[in-house]
């Protein structure tokens, strides 16, 4: 049973638009939300994260968007660059457990 | 050491072979945690320590898996009798304090002939 369902799969945008990555749960037991982001041949690193209590964290060019009542939470990647292509995973964990959307590639042309 | 090293960096094997991969946590972090990626896939749980508790193993896909790690340190993941569809990258990750926080090694990627 999949809990954390991410979409889209892939994804392009030019130099300077805006990326939007969403991704749903089903366990309301979660109560932490990272993203992490993954360059290839290198392992995740945390981006940004939030907790379901806040509708919405900014950090720089990167946003997390959390709708409680709809199971959701969304990454925004505003002014979207080059550097940015990577692959983007969203999570939910509860207590030590940590699980993964199926990512999303972002391709940023320039 | 700055992060979390993992090793070897690539590992080819025959199958049938049993194959060791180590991750060495970041120092002071008490959980240590590993994860398959499959090619193109997300991360698959297979594994949490937490300091000396009991070993979380509910994602090992099947008993050729196990891991091991004393107290803090380094673990080993062990896979016996490998097969095809255990080619994956094998990512190790340390935390400190809770599982939304993880730091990964780059990964071990193993290939199964």
């Known amino acids: 049973q999949q809990q954390v369902k991410q979409s889209p799969q892939s994804l392009i945008v030019q130099k300077g638009g805006i990326s939007i990555i969403n991704c749903a749960y089903e366990?309301?037991?979660?109560?932490?939300f990272p993203w992490y982001q993954q360059f290839p041949g290198k392992g995740p690193a945390l981006l940004i994260a939030?907790?379901?209590?806040?509708s919405e964290k900014k950090e720089g060019r990167f946003t997390i968007s959390f709708n409680k009542s709809a199971k959701q939470f969304s990454l925004h990647i505003m002014d979207s660059q080059p550097g940015d292509s990577a692959t983007y995973f969203c999570?939910?964990?509860?207590?030590?457990?940590?699980?993964f959307g199926e990512g999303t590639q972002l391709t940023v042309n320039p | 050491g700055a992060g979390v090293s993992q090793s070897p960096s690539n590992k080819v094997t025959e199958k049938g072979k049993d194959v060791e991969l180590r991750c060495d946590p970041i120092?002071?972090?008490?959980?240590l945690y590993w994860y398959r990626q499959r090619l193109g896939q997300g991360l698959e749980f297979l594994i949490y320590?937490?300091?000396?508790?009991?070993?979380?193993k509910s994602g090992l896909p099947s008993d050729r898996f196990s891991a091991e790690r004393t107290g803090e340190s380094v673990s080993t993941l062990t896979i016996q009798r490998t097969q095809q569809e255990d080619s994956a990258v094998y990512l190790c990750?340390?935390?400190?304090?809770?599982?939304?926080?993880?730091?990964f090694g780059e990964g071990s990627r193993l290939t199964v002939l």
């Open positions: 939030i907790r379901p209590d806040v």
């Open positions: 999570a939910a964990s509860r207590g030590s457990r940590l699980t």
């Open positions: 366990n309301t037991a979660f109560d932490y």
């Open positions: 320590f937490q300091g000396n508790s009991a070993p979380d």
């Open positions: 120092s002071g972090h008490t959980a």
């Open positions: 990750a340390s935390s400190r304090y809770r599982a939304g926080e993880l730091f």
